[in-house]
């Protein structure tokens, strides 16, 4: 008899998020099943509001799509966007699976490292929230933290016309400079992940969402990290 397959369900606020976690995907949890629930409407409303204002309705939106891939019978569901992740904190109570936020496993990594956080984004709105994510994390974990913030719009303008060339050359030479000022360095979005393969040695460690948050599911799905992949 075949084992039922198992699911996971990811609400997206922008197709570009579907493209950049596909490796990661495949990389980690290959046998489990993905139902993807996207609204490009959320990142444009997020985005008209302006930095630090997220429009209520869209947390309504993402309660709703939680609550439709819970009754679909996922295992968990995953809030892929960082620009409106207290979403994930406000439908917690109204939905009975865990939902994850894929930025927290990044932030919990990185505030180990030391105090001197650097963080990149690419789009202003994502930083307020993503700011107030790693201070969460850094309070419940009693650890001091200076955050140390790069915004890089250039790169999220060269990255949504599919030039990941021009969008991991900016972000290299950001992360060379932010390097030498900070203990760790964390990419605010999951379409940064694209730099990954081209990091090298750097002089201090940099964390993606894409890594650390896939490599959390799947130990949160199997108790075990696949041992090539690292942080």
Known sequence: MEKPTRTIGIIHAIHLTIRAMQPFLERYIPDIEVMHLCDDTIQRDNIAAGVGVIPKHNYFRFAQYAHNLQESGVELILLACSTFNYAAELARPMIDIPILQIDRPMMELAVERGPRVGMLATLATTVPSSERLLRIVAAEKGRPVEIITVLCPEAFAAIQKGDSG??????????????????????????????????????????????????????????????????
């Not at 972000?171 to 400079?177: V, W």
């Not at 964390?207 to 075990?224: A, C, M, V």
């Open 166 to 231: 021009t969008h991991n050359r900016i972000l290299l030479e950001e992360i060379d400079k932010l390097s030498r000022k900070v203990d760790s360095i964390v990419m605010a979005q999951l379409s940064m992940s694209a730099v990954e393969p081209f990091l090298g040695e750097t002089a201090v460690p940099v964390f993606n969402s894409g890594t650390s948050g896939f490599g959390y599911i799947r130990e949160r799905l199997y108790g075990t990290v696949r041992r090539e992949v690292h942080v």
